[in-house]
């Protein structure tokens, strides 16, 4: 499989997994998991094309580790990310380090520094561990800047941090006090 497929074949499944799983007439359980057979049958609906094949390679692919197949082999769910209604994924709490960052656009500074990070769209605000990662998530969005989160003083304070499979961080909300421009 070519790159750009890969690419686009990855897209697509986070779209489904995290966001609208409806859209090919998925059913997703509270702990985000969809039969793969399902998933194929909904996809060939759709005109797209899958099979266990190219499932397991966009998986092995992922540089983030987006998705997790179950150990039976017939399941798999995204690892964080979603915004879908249906998912309640328990994520593993976690004592966090010192700091986390979180990478986003100049443009969207102002209100963050204003309102905290919420979680727009998805259940958790996404964190990282390394500047690196978060400087390539902000660059999805425009001129990108890193924001360094004071997330051991936070869960001193009782607020809740959660580790992803793929070792993102979520928590809830960060309020506008813990955040520095890196
Ligand atoms: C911003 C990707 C204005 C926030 C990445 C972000 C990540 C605010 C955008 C994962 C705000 C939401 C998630 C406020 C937050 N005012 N803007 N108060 N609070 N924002 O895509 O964190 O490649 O929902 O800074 O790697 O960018 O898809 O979240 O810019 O891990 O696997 O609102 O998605 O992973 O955008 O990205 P998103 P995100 P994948």
Redesign the pocket.
Known sequence: MDNNTLSETSKFL?YILRHKPAAIGLQLDTEGWADINSLIIGAAKEGRILDQAIIQTVVNSSD?K?FTLSEDGQHIRAA??HSTPDVDLQHIEKKPPEFLY????TR?LE??L?????A???HY??LSQETQ?AI???L??GKPVVLKIESLRMYQQGFTFFRAEND?WLTRHVPNFFIYQD
Request: proline content about 0%; aromatic content about 6%; glycine content about 18%.
């Open positions: 986070s983030k987006r964080q990310g979180h990478g986003t656009a969207f209100s963050i204003q309102q905290g990070l919420i727009g769209s998805r605000v996404h990662t390539a998530v902000g999805r969005y993102v």
